[in-house]
């Protein structure tokens, strides 16, 4: 039933929903539009549950395999429901894709390195409310970032971006 109501919001994009950031609508749109149908539904869902493995498998050190499959064996249940269309893939994808590009930015001050981590900050944001945690611990770790001119960039941008759901809220 969660697949229909939220296919129901892809049939009309709005920047929110009733309790929903959008982006799970947005995925549908885009899904169905390449491929018509349940699959259509399903399709960025399970591309992404497989780019979250692939990223984590990044993430992890190579010289410690146990580690990548323990994390993906715990998360094992979360990926089998990728076989539905629901924001928690999204959230989980945009945030393994934060937590690898922040590495080589904690290691290197870059600009297009912050602007990435800006407009995927505003992805996990749009996946689901849950996102604010990983951003603002992560911010919370490298208290250090501050004094970098392109951090407050990297936050200014994801925050311009995440304003238009933002009105849509308060209207």
């Known amino acids: 039933?969660?697949?229909?109501?939220?296919?129901?919001?892809?049939?009309?994009?709005?920047?929110?929903?009733?309790h929903q950031p959008p982006m799970i609508a947005v995925?549908?749109?885009v899904g169905t539009a390449i491929l018509p149908g349940e699959i259509g539904v399903r399709l960025l869902v399970i591309l992404m549950s497989i780019g979250t493995l692939v990223l984590l498998e990044r993430l992890c050190d190579a010289k410690n395999p146990r580690l990548f499959f323990a994390i993906a064996l715990s998360l094992?249940?979360?990926h089998l429901g990728s076989l539905f269309a629901?924001?928690?893939?999204?959230?989980l994808f945009f945030s393994?894709?934060?937590l690898y590009f922040l590495r080589s930015y904690l290691e290197r001050d870059s600009w297009p390195q912050a602007l990435i981590l800006g407009l995927v900050a505003a992805c996990i944001l749009y996946s689901k409310y849950h996102g604010i945690f990983l951003l603002g611990l992560s911010?919370?770790?490298n208290l250090s970032l501050l004094r970098r001119p392109s951090a407050w960039a990297l936050i200014g941008l994801a925050f311009l971006l995440f304003l238009p759901h933002l009105y849509w809220n308060f209207q």
């Open 1 to 18: 039933h969660d697949e229909a109501y939220y296919w129901n919001y892809s049939r009309a994009l709005d920047w929110g929903y009733f």
């Open 76 to 78: 094992a249940s979360v």
């Open 86 to 91: 629901a924001p928690d893939i999204p959230l």
């Open 139 to 141: 911010l919370l770790a």
């Open 96 to 98: 393994a894709l934060f």
């Open 27 to 29: 995925m549908i749109r």
